[in-house]
């Protein structure tokens, strides 16, 4: 269906009764248009809605008033909840949330027959933090032509407008201490920030990133700028250094048109080269540009259950693959099972990481190799192993990785993901070979629709 239709409901409002959430955290209403996308709204409980902006997904709607308000619906603990774009779910509470994560979660992979046989027995782990749970933020500071500064996140639904926030009740503590020196420097001086229509102006993100562990902050101040055309950033540096708990300060001159925080020319100007963070009893160390999981005490939970799941069928053990390793976290939280582990990564840096954080922690039983999965040719590397853990990106894994990923054989396989609508079309891959054993839902991400999910698959035919 075209837009055209939605276009003429601009400002109009109407009364809708929205059926399910989707993954943006958004209530989905059909309409004869279409579907209508509607913030901060509870399912199955009418509401008059206002419509907005549209896109070929559906037309925006801001709810105005409802005809009632359900038992677990909340207060907004944020003032900016109804136009930042941040997070989606802050007027339910955790355990609705989940509820509806779950519901979605199973209509994703309905297909699958061990959802439809054992559907009652897929467990759901809540998250231990409910706020104050990210170790990583990017803001954007914004100026328009007319003068006025902008510092936060993004708008709901609108990629190039900026809400300037006092806040952000999903950052760690220690992080929201560097926000508030940051954001006073740049409203009470004479520094001016992107200008992304112009291509304009000097101060571009602020990214943090910080240790649960040492309670520590890294700062990455990205520029339009060289540090020397930055005004004033002494005092900035200055009020960093004497007010905030500090682990690094770095400076990123980005001059490139993308709005993407890109580390083009990255000085480091103050502390140490990296954050170091624990998972368990393993350190980490964090570079600025290196993937890390944003939620540290998510993360063990996570990491955790993985390793449950491969105890609960006796499948620790033996020679791990880690596809996907990123940083080497999960086969280094789980090196003391395993006699020998192979990761792999398609990023070098990725991969140089894993190598420092396997020394780190005095691993010896760890190789890696830099090489998207589909591409790996050498299979010598893989022989004789016993778990396989796949960890893809949003995208899921690459139909040639799947098909690589059958022929190796090994006898279990878990399928870790954070796009669950990837899922099913990746696992149906391997229901000749596999039958699924156990499936569990991870809650990372409170406030927000995003859900990690653990697929255990074990190997019941030989690979044809
Ligand atoms: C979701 S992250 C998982 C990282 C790690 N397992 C962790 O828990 O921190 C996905 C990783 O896949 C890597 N990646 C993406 N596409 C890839 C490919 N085709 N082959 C190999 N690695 C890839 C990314 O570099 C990223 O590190």
Redesign the pocket.
Known sequence: MGTRKYKKLKDQTRRLTPLAMNWKGKFVAEIPEGKALISGAYPNIECEVSFGRYSKKGVIAKPIEFSSVPDYAKEPICDHFKSCGGCTLQHINVDAQCDFKRDLFLKEVQDLEFVRDKSNEIEMIQSNDEMYYRNKMEFTFQQEKWGDKHFGLHEEGRFQSIVSLDTCHLQLPKMQEVFAVVRDWYFNNEVSGYNPWSHTGIMRHLLLRASKHTDTVQVNLICNATIEEVPFIEELLSDLKSKCSISGIYFVENRSLSDAVIFENVTKIYGEDYLVETIGDKEFEVAPQA???TNSSG?FTLYSKIHDVLAKQNALGGKLI??????G??GIFLSECFKEIVG????PQ?IENAKINAKRNNIENARYIS????KLVNMQDFQNADVLIV???RVGC?KK?RRLIKRLGVEYIVYVA?NQQTLQENLIDFIEEYKIVEMCLVDMFPQTGHLESITLLKKVRPSS
Do not use: M, N, R, S
Request: glycine share 4%.
């Open positions: 993937f890390f999981q993360v880690d596809f996907y390793c990123g940083a976290t999960i792999v990564d398609e990023i990725a090489e998207k999965v589909e960890d893809p990106p690459h990785a954070c």
